[in-house]
């Protein structure tokens, strides 16, 4: 996830991705409820725009060496992104665009120095600032699928798709709480184990539907599990994130 080569285009695809889908919702429409309890759409793309910019500090951490959080507080974060979901439609989109560009100008700056430099994540984890790119993939597409404007998970690149499934398995493996299973999806070649292995357990579904019922975007209904081969529902997870 810290490979600049390919996570830069990906972070390009999942702006068009988002830019394109917002330019495709009315302006009633983009007040409408999203796929996230509790948030319109508008929140969704406001929180895409204040995600940039919050990235975008840690862009200028790495090229300075100037210790900047991410975002000041999580009640501030918060507080941002619903002022933004009650700005005008075109404001919004504007904003969507204008720090999608600014974020991507402030990582065409950064060196080989700057993209080693060590910064830390929006919940305090310390990455080196080839990280982000990767971080802001992973926003873009999957809050792309969250403003419910007809695209689903199983609409993302399928490399894309790989990555985020690998991402979300390592996470998750890392949780109090997390089942052992192999995970089998049943449009690619090779299995993944979730927690801690050996595991009993064999979860099956399209890569985007594993996917899914990862990061809670998707319902464990939409999959079939196996335990020595006997059928029963897929077990609870933690919280992604």
């Known amino acids: ?34 796929a996230l309890p509790g948030w319109t759409r508008a929140h969704v793309v406001g929180h895409l725009a204040r995600n940039a910019e919050a990235l975008g500090r ?103 798709t790989d990555a985020l499934l690998a991402g979300a398995v390592a996470d998750m493996s890392g949780k109090d709480g997390c089942p052992g299973a192999i995970l089998t999806p049943t449009d690619r070649g090779q299995p993944l184990t979730l927690g801690a292995a050996p595991a009993d357990l064999t979860v099956q579904g399209s890569a985007a539907r594993l996917l899914g019922w990862l990061v809670g975007r998707a319902e464990p209904s939409s999959l079939s599990a196996t335990r020595h081969g006997a059928p029963e529902p897929p077990p609870d997870l933690p919280r992604w994130l």
């Open 1 to 34: 996830m810290t490979d600049i080569s390919t996570t830069l285009g990906w972070m390009a695809g999942g702006t068009e991705f988002a830019l394109g889908l917002v330019a495709g919702l009315s302006d009633e429409q983009l007040r409408g409820p999203s």
């Open 58 to 160: 840690l862009a200028h951490w790495a090229s300075t060496g100037i210790e900047t959080s991410a975002y000041a507080s999580r009640e501030r974060r918060d507080a941002d992104i619903e002022k933004a979901a009650g700005y005008p439609a075109d404001t919004l989109r504007a904003e969507l665009a204008d720090t999608a560009s600014a974020f991507a100008s402030a990582l065409d700056t950064l060196d080989p120095a700057a993209w080693s430099a060590e910064v830390r994540g929006p919940q305090g984890q310390p990455v080196p600032a080839s990280a982000l790119p990767w971080w802001r993939c992973r926003e873009l597409w999957l809050h792309g699928v969250d403003l419910d404007a007809g695209a689903g998970l199983d609409a993302l690149p399928p490399d894309v």
